[in-house]
């Protein structure tokens, strides 16, 4: 049997799944992934309810950008629009990993923005957008992160989670652990009593990373 372009994206969604199970990003199937289907109008994203460390080819639907339902897992995501409207406003976007992880909200819910304080969140983030709470699964949630991804390839959802895209699966899994990364250690800074310690600015436009 031949080995598809959509086959390799679904095993690097599933490995990507399993990673941020284990790494307590994400409880079992909150959360969802998804991918482009190059040179296509398409898109893969796991199905509702699915668990992600227990992904299997059969969890996935395929979708189009126009919003229709071509193959795959009969329910697609309640959250599938929260992809389909970034990779419309976003066609550079190849991998989309929507989580929920815990001090990406605590530093939210905290009132205080997440400061990117070494080289690899400056170099693999640099910035994230914001969008205050929306109902999940709707158009307005959906239409408020596509507005965000212009700016940004990461993006938090107030009381919900974050977004992070890439121009493959591996990236945007990098960006989120940069994500959660920069969250814990700015609340450890907070509690620490600092609130303005972050990379250094004369640095920003003129870094290398390994």
Not at 7 to 16: G, K, V
Not at 66 to 88: C, F, I, M, N
Not at 131 to 146: N, R
């Amino acid at each position: 049997m031949t080995t598809t372009q959509r086959d390799i994206l679904i095993d690097e969604l599933s490995e990507a799944g399993a990673h941020v199970v284990s790494r307590g990003l994400v409880q079992a199937s909150g959360g969802n992934l998804s991918a482009r289907l190059p040179g296509t109008d398409r898109f893969i994203v796991t199905g509702t309810g699915t668990w992600l460390d227990r992904l299997v080819p059969d969890d996935f639907a395929v979708m189009t950008l126009a919003g229709e339902w071509v193959d795959g897992a009969e329910r697609a995501s309640a959250e599938w629009k929260l992809h389909q409207r970034t990779y419309a406003a976003r066609p550079d976007v190849a991998a989309i990993v929507h989580l929920h992880p815990q001090h990406v909200l605590l530093v939210d819910m905290l009132g205080a923005p997440i400061r990117f304080t070494t080289l690899d969140h400056q170099y693999y983030l640099g910035s994230a957008g914001r969008v205050p709470f929306l109902p999940s699964g709707s158009d307005a949630i959906a239409d408020a992160a596509a507005q965000a991804a212009l700016e940004h390839d990461a993006v938090v959802l107030a009381h919900h989670g974050c977004s992070t895209l890439g121009d493959s699966v591996a990236m945007a899994l990098r960006r989120a652990l940069n994500l959660e990364e920069a969250a814990t250690m700015t609340y450890r800074l907070l509690r620490a009593g600092d609130t303005t310690t972050t990379f250094p600015p004369e640095w920003k436009d003129n870094i290398l990373t390994a």
